[in-house]
């Protein structure tokens, strides 16, 4: 075994992982590395359910609060960021804690990002001011044209994840499928994945209640303080554009927030077969603290 160690703990949204990567991170002495893709902006904080200002001064976070939603995010950026903080940290440390829900960030510190090459602003910005005007279909036509070899095997619901299909391929002329080796890279550390598992209803019920909390903390202020910057991606956000749609009239509050709530249980069904996916990932109830610090403890270091 190498000398040095990852915990890695995963799972859907509102199942608990910030509560158990506190728990270990606090037995294991040790920062944790926040693996969210949204949590990392600092004009972002209700409705991106980031740790209490309390959690975050019993543990040390990185990538929480470290960028702003000027800032272009995404997983080959997280993968640099995080590889480098966990160097820094083995400097002192054996082990340390990463906790997330999003899983290409989590894969791009795990195992690597192909090389894609860089794609210029105005190609982008031409993309999501068309994206903005047109609409998903308009989208989904595009690369559907353009790409059919990322169309057939893509997210064909995912904005981002087609917008960044149909700049590599304008700028490149190539699908970005040749891009992805699909090779895995090896670290200089241990990994071990722990992930979190509630019965479907439990978890929905969770999620529901979460929603109604954050509307309760001000959530809808909080997304009035960033309507005039709605267009930008990291605000293109479950919890933000539902009510950026009631402030522009399209729908009623309590219609938007019965969406926000239906939109994040589609994306935590989404998050779990994601995870469910990977064969190395040990899988625990949330509540089963014991049986996941016996786990922690046998192993090898």
Known sequence: M????????????????TSL???LAKKCDTPIISADSRQCF????????????????????????????HDEVNAAVFEEYALAKAKDIFITKNTTIMVGGTGLYIEAFCEGMDEIPKISPEVREAIIQSFEQKGLEWLQ???????????ATGEQHNPQRLMRALEVVLSTGRSIRSFQSNIKKERPFNIVKIGLQLPREILYSQ???RVDEMMNDGLLEEASSLFSQRNLNALQTVGYSELFEYMEG???????????????????????????RDAAIQWFAPTNISNIEDYVSNIPR
Request: no cysteine; proline share 5%; glycine share 4%.
């Open 250 to 276: 399209k729908t009623t509050l309590e219609k938007a927030t019965e969406l926000i709530k239906q939109n994040t249980r589609r994306y935590a069904k989404r998050q779990i077969t994601w995870f469910s």
């Open 2 to 17: 190498l000398p040095h160690t990852v915990i890695v703990i995963v799972g859907p949204t509102a199942v608990g992982k």
């Open 141 to 151: 036509s595009e690369v559907q044209e353009k790409d059919p070899e990322y169309f």
């Open 207 to 209: 999620i529901n209640t």
């Open 42 to 69: 600092n004009e972002m904080n209700i409705g991106v359910a980031k740790p209490t200002l309390q959690q975050l001064e019993e543990v040390k976070h990185y990538f929480i609060n470290s960028h702003s939603i």
């Open 21 to 23: 990567a506190i728990h």
